[in-house]
């Protein structure tokens, strides 16, 4: 069978569905996004993203359109209190951008640029093949098949994809439950970074200007068998009961639950089949590492399938999205575990908190676990080498010509970028018979002072090769290795 409804499918319209949808529109792939609900979640669990996830953002062009956005410099770990600020660009995240808004961004940006949404849309079967992925779909209209030659779902924790392509979910199961509910006219202190006593804790976050967000946990109360979310009575008497303060006379606006349920996929892939975000990993939300875990893995998968379909992908290069993702994935689950016992955990676990206090002064200490709730310290192997290969590149100004950009800027089309810093004929020569898929930009920095280092960028914003002098040594090798062969030789 050759014909095909279109190249990718994806299931599920969150933030990683649509932003997968973007990034491989931008490389002019079709795509069909499939979302079962009828019209857009308004209500957001999610209130802010990572540091790594703000310059994601700012790579493809897309903070503009948040407008406005604050950045916190303290946060903590597991309740010991951390200043972000310790790492380049580290920050707590970006706080009160709810999770409906970041949708509608990423959805106005994907659908722009030419991705087919269909809401009421669910992936309910599946047909794995060599060439292609046929999805059973339930509609408005009825069942139907859809083909593609790629499916990815990024539909969620109970994700229908991953059920139906037997991969398989290891974890553990819940063992608290963490309450919520978003309500006005009640007015009660702000404490964002949480408030813990021996019944409990609570979270208390600011909604806009009148809307505030309570977040409990009630120690022993154990898990409610059932998926369904508390009433608002029931959050409210777990508040007073934590706080002593009633909250009974708000208007409730929404409610929910969250639980310290964490899993990993045994696999993000099965032949045609990916798995990103929430469907390939779930934990505590602690430090928005949940939203921003999915964007991450969706921004090193777009290019790699994009490259792949377009035919000249070097041979691997899909399997490195799990080899590259997945330990991000457990690194994540393991962080917020240790966070749970930290931060929520009874009398037996003072003494862990005593030591883990004392350890947590040393700056190594510090930028360790910065790094590792940002997203900020993300290495992927590339080998022996200078020490920020496989770093991030972070954003910089930079002159070309007579104009001024930055590097986030030349990322914006989502394509690889050599940054010849060097003015270096040497590099550009080594780089032309890539020049169908990589885009070489001979610049300067803006602050002359800086020392200059050419670089091989990828797509998602990760340094592939680097040279301090201009020496082109090694950058036909990177060039193959991550973007085919040279266009002689294809």
């Known amino acids: 069978m050759d014909t095909f409804d279109t190249d990718v499918l994806i299931a599920g319209a969150g933030p990683s569905g649509l932003m997968l949808a973007g990034e491989l529109r931008l490389a002019g792939i079709p795509v069909v996004v499939l979302d079962r609900l009828a019209e857009p979640m308004q209500q957001s669990r999610a209130l802010g993203f990572s540091a790594r996830t703000l310059e994601e953002f700012g790579q493809r062009g897309l903070l503009a359109k948040f407008g406005e956005l604050d950045t916190i410099p ?13 790492v380049e660009g580290g920050n707590f995240g970006v706080r009160g951008v709810p999770q409906s808004f970041t949708e509608k961004v990423l959805t106005d940006w994907a659908v722009g640029l030419g991705a087919d949404l269909r809401r009421s849309h669910e992936v309910v079967g599946l047909e794995a093949a060599d060439d292609g992925v046929t ?10 098949r859809l083909r593609a030659r790629y499916l990815v779902g990024c539909d969620g924790a109970r994700s229908a994809v991953r059920r139906l392509a037997g991969i398989g979910f290891p974890g553990t199961d819940a063992t608290m439950e963490m309450k919520m509910a978003d309500f006005t006219g009640v007015r009660i202190p702000i404490r964002p970074t949480g408030q813990v006593n021996e019944a409990g804790m609570v979270v208390v976050l600011p909604l806009g200007p009148a809307a505030i967000r309570a977040v409990v946990f009630e120690r022993g109360a154990g898990v409610r ?31 929910s639950y969250f639980t310290d349920a964490s899993r990993l996929a045994a696999s993000y892939r099965a032949g045609r089949v990916f798995l990103a975000g929430d469907a390939a990993h779930i934990h505590l939300p602690i ?7 999915g964007i991450g893995d969706v921004v090193n998968l777009g290019w790699k399938l994009a490259a792949t379909l377009k035919g000249h992908a070097p041979d691997g290069l899909l399997d490195t999205y799990e080899t590259e993702r997945r330990p991000v994935g457990a690194g994540i689950v393991a ?9 929520l955990g009874g009398p037996e676990t003072q003494a862990l908190r005593e030591v883990f206090g004392d350890l947590i002064r040393l700056d190594q200490v510090q930028r360790r676990l910065v790094g590792a709730v940002t997203g900020l310290d ?14 991030r590149l972070p954003d910089q100004e930079l002159v070309v010509g007579n104009a001024k950009t930055t590097t986030y800027e030349l990322l914006t089309p989502g394509r690889p970028v050599l940054l010849d810093l060097h003015d270096s004929p ?26 200059a280092a050419s670089l091989l960028v990828r797509p998602d914003g990760y340094i592939a090769w680097i040279s301090p002098d201009g020496s082109p040594d090694g950058l036909s090798d990177a060039l193959a290795r991550w973007f085919g062969a040279p266009l002689a030789a294809a």
């Open 287 to 293: 430090g928005a590492q949940g939203i921003s875990a």
């Open 335 to 343: 962080n917020t575990l240790v966070q749970r016992s930290l931060y």
């Open 74 to 86: 303290f946060g903590h770990f597991g309740g010991i209190p951390l200043d972000y600020r310790i």
């Open 135 to 144: 999805a059973e779909v339930a509609t408005p209209g009825g069942t139907r």
């Open 225 to 255: 068998p059932t998926q369904e979310p508390p009433t608002f009575e029931e959050v409210a008497d777990a508040f007073q009961r934590v706080t002593g303060e009633d909250i009974h006379g708000a208007k409730p606006l929404w409610s």
């Open 426 to 451: 040497a590099l550009r020569a080594a780089a032309a018979a890539w020049s169908d898929r990589v885009d070489t930009v001979t610049a300067v920095r803006h602050d002359p002072a800086a020392p």
């Open 378 to 391: 993300i290495v992927y192997g590339t080998g022996e080498g200078h020490p920020l290969l496989g770093r």
